[in-house]
């Protein structure tokens, strides 16, 4: 008998283009389902067991960690939902802020990942920076988020707007004195000067910055950045 009876391979379910991402999959494999963009897995369904350790699960430790009373959190790049699904998991009473470009992306998110069964979120689509500027336009106060997390990947592409120093002086404003900045950045070798470049600029506006290198799968690994406002 072939040991490989019985498996089955990932299967497509759904393929579409948008403007911001351009090819996006909805891919299934067993139990899992993944978005996938530029072949970077972008969001996987919460109940998959690869999600505590791969960069969502970790986002989570991190949190617990450094943000156990944690009420007020906001996430840029909202891409299927896993994320959100998590915090709300993990943090039932906390209202959940989520900003993404991509209707397109919001839509899958909605279709294939029950975001709407997230109680306590809201979902802006609109471009992050102006977001985080113009917040009071959102109903978002200056310094009312107890965490902020930037995860704005289009693919492997981190955009030039994640590395501004006008768009991290907007993050801290709304932030809460005590609170959290993570963002998280791809790690793998063709990044990693520029991300450590990226670090080297947090560490002179933020406090206390760490990081976390989460194994992935290959050609896949993640960092995670955090600190708190100066």
């Given at each position: 008998?072939n040991?490989f ?7 497509v379910?759904?393929?579409?283009e ?5 090819h ?5 494999f067993?139990?899992t389902?993944?978005?996938k ?5 972008q969001?996987?369904n ?7 350790r ?9 949190l617990?960690?450094?943000m156990?009373e ?6 840029l790049?909202?891409?299927?939902g896993?994320?959100?699904?998590l915090i ?8 959940i802020?989520?900003?993404e470009?991509?209707q ?5 998110a909605?279709q294939?990942?029950?975001?709407g069964s ?20 959102y109903?978002?106060s200056?310094?009312s988020?107890?965490?902020i ?10 955009p030039?707007?994640?590395?501004s120093?006008n768009?991290?002086?907007?993050l801290?404003?709304?932030?809460n ?5 993570i963002?998280n950045r ?5 990044h990693?000067?520029?991300v450590n470049?990226f670090?080297d600029?947090l560490?002179n506006q933020l406090s206390n910055?760490?990081?976390?290198v989460?194994?992935g799968?290959?050609?896949s690994?993640n960092?995670l950045?955090y600190?708190?406002?100066?």
């Open positions: 008998m040991i009876t019985g498996i089955q391979g990932p299967k379910i759904y393929e579409t948008s403007k911001y991402n351009g996006i999959k909805v891919v299934q067993g139990n389902l993944k978005v963009v530029d072949n970077i897995d969001s996987l919460p109940d998959s067991p690869a999600c505590a791969l960069y969502w699960g970790k986002v989570i430790e991190v617990k960690e450094n156990p944690m009420k007020n959190v906001m996430i790049g909202l891409g299927g896993t994320i959100a699904h709300s998991r993990n943090f039932p009473n906390t209202k802020t989520a900003v470009v991509d397109v992306m919001v839509d899958i909605n294939y990942f029950e975001l997230i109680p306590n979120l809201q979902v802006i689509v609109d471009d992050a920076m102006r977001v985080v500027v113009e917040s009071d336009k109903g978002i200056e310094h988020l107890d965490a997390l930037v995860d704005i990947y289009v693919g492997q592409k981190y030039e707007l994640g590395k120093g768009f991290v002086a907007a801290k404003k709304l932030m004195p005590h609170g959290l900045l963002f791809i790690y793998v070798d063709e990693q000067d520029d470049t670090i600029y560490e910055v760490k990081c976390t989460v194994a799968y290959t050609n690994d960092i950045i600190g708190r406002p100066l």
